[in-house]
């Protein structure tokens, strides 16, 4: 089945061209987010990738009571949208209550269901209803073909923008392994497929009350999924990790990423040709 191709802000998503999905995990303040997404707007044109900011207003799922959230939902939006505007990139933002599904369409042009949530049908035709692209991650106790079924919900709901969103699936306790093979089996479905570079390297609840992880491989296993074949890459950054509100030992430092981009870019351009053999 071809790939279905969507028009965001003059781009195309799902010609064959990479996607860059870039940010801090959360919105930890305005300054932050605007430095990432110059930075990341700048070496995504100096290698004419389409760049989409990405970050959280809430993370609502933290491993503990008590970590930190983000700034919430209107402070969010405006911070958003004001990165949207000055930086002139299309942003990305995650929900996790079907009202919030409204508000966040009126101002980001990809609306995000985190993993956790994609069986939640109120969720989806909510996210579906605001006609905005649907970034839809995997959840990690998924099976790849039964993303199908995700899609539908949208699909039937009058929204069929849908991107799959490959970002690891468990493996025992606080442990993710990718399947490479998954991301061909949601391929089938005709969807464009994301894969989640910094997610697929955590360690979910691996540091006691926080998550833990290791950066360093998200950087191989980008690698095999340009392989494999994907559409675009995700990837949580931030100018120092260690200093991060939330996720920093699986977000790639700021400074790595122009390496990161041309390792993932070259196996992506080589792969490119074998797909048009097949």
Not at 250 to 270: C, G, R, S, T, Y
Request: glycine share 10%; net charge neutral.
């Amino acid at each position: 089945m071809s790939t279905k191709i969507y028009n965001l802000d003059g781009r195309l998503i799902g010609d064959g061209s990479l996607v860059v999905i870039a940010g801090p995990c959360s919105l930890e303040n305005y300054d932050l987010g605007l430095r990432v997404a110059k930075f990341m707007k700048r070496i995504c044109d100096e290698r004419n990738l389409l760049y989409v900011f990405k970050a959280s207003f809430d993370k609502a799922n933290r491993t503990s009571v008590h970590a930190w959230r983000g700034p919430g939902l209107e402070k969010g939006l405006e911070q958003l949208a004001e990165i949207k505007r000055t930086v002139g990139v299309p942003v990305l933002t995650d929900i996790h209550e079907s009202y919030q599904a409204g508000p966040v369409g009126d101002v980001v042009d990809v609306v995000q269901i985190p993993a956790f949530l994609c069986r939640q049908t109120d969720l989806l035709v909510a996210a579906a209803k605001t006609g905005r692209i649907i970034n839809v991650k995997k959840a990690q106790f998924l099976a790849p073909e039964d993303m199908e079924y995700v899609a539908a919900k949208c699909r039937e709901a009058g929204n069929d923008n849908v991107l799959f969103c490959e970002r690891g699936t468990s493996l025992g306790y606080h442990r993710l392994v990718v399947d490479m093979t998954g991301i061909e089996t949601m391929r089938t479905f005709g969807y464009p497929i994301i894969f989640d570079a910094t997610h697929s390297a955590q360690r979910p609840g691996g540091l006691g009350g926080a998550s833990g992880g290791d950066y360093r491989l998200a950087f191989p296993l980008s690698r095999a999924a340009a392989a494999v074949g994907i559409d675009g890459i995700f990837a949580e950054t931030h100018p120092n990790p260690k200093e991060a509100l939330s996720d920093g030992p699986n977000m790639i430092p700021l400074d790595k990423m122009p390496k990161f981009l041309d390792e993932v870019l070259a196996i992506h351009n080589v792969a490119k040709t074998f797909t048009k053999e097949e």
